[in-house]
């Protein structure tokens, strides 16, 4: 069964720092490209992060470009957010999602649960 | 950058069909998915590559694509599919970025 288990969320203060952790199981991670997903209370689904098979490549979103770092660890199957300089605009549910296997489809067959983050004074 | 837009609700009642589009000119030239998100819960993809229905989704969800519009179709709607639901596409033509629609809350009456 895949699991995918975020962790590290919390309260941070704005200008701040926080560190996402997801933990994968039940699947080969190294074969996967994975992606960070969040969620504002009450608003849509907002793409922040994208990093693919042996860190060759990260993609972000534009909103994010600059303060957040996804990596990735194929020896303990763990992906991260490095989230700097954080703002209220970042208050979100973050997901751990991994993207499907295949050349031109580009969608997220598992989430995690997700991981909140509350940016505020 | 790419958007992707969806009716902001719609209702429907049990037994009866659903239809949601979400239109965006990324969809012109890539696959459009479709995610169920029910209160609480992480989302779950319903359709992907416009049309195709992962393993273990009822085959009352349906989707199709015409031009920059993708649609997804209940047929009989029950309760349980009571749900926000959002379209996803991508592109990577130039770098590789990921968009989704606003998301459409689906009542069923």
Not at chain 1, 90 to 95: F, N, R
Request: include cysteine; hydrophobic fraction near 30%; glycine fraction near 12%.
């Amino acid at each position: 069964e895949v699991k995918l288990l975020e962790s590290g969320g919390g309260l941070v203060k704005p200008g701040g720092s926080l560190r996402l952790s997801c933990v994968a199981s039940g699947f080969v991670f190294s074969k996967y490209r994975m992606n960070w997903v969040r969620q504002a209370p009450g608003q849509g689904l907002e793409w922040v992060a994208c990093i693919t098979t042996g860190s060759s490549h990260v993609f972000y979103s534009d909103s994010v470009k600059g303060r957040f770092t996804i990596s990735r660890d194929d020896a303990t199957n763990s992906l991260h957010l490095q989230m700097n300089g954080l703002g209220a605009e970042d208050t979100a549910l973050y997901y751990c999602a991994r993207e499907a296997v295949g050349v031109i489809q580009f969608y997220f067959d598992s989430w995690g649960q997700g991981a909140r983050v509350t940016v505020s004074s | 950058s790419y958007e992707l837009t969806q009716p902001p609700s719609v209702s429907v009642s049990p037994g009866h069909t659903a239809r949601i589009t979400c239109s965006g000119d990324v969809l012109a030239k890539q696959y459009g998915y479709w995610y169920q998100q029910k209160s609480g819960q992480a989302p779950l993809v319903v359709i992907y590559n416009d049309s195709e229905r992962p393993s273990g989704i009822p085959e009352r969800f349906s989707g199709s694509s015409s031009g920059t519009t993708v649609t997804l179709t209940i047929s009989g709607v029950q309760a349980e599919d009571e749900a926000d639901y959002y379209c996803q596409s991508a592109d990577n033509t130039d770098s590789y970025t990921v968009v989704f629609g606003g998301g459409t809350k689906l009542t069923v009456l």
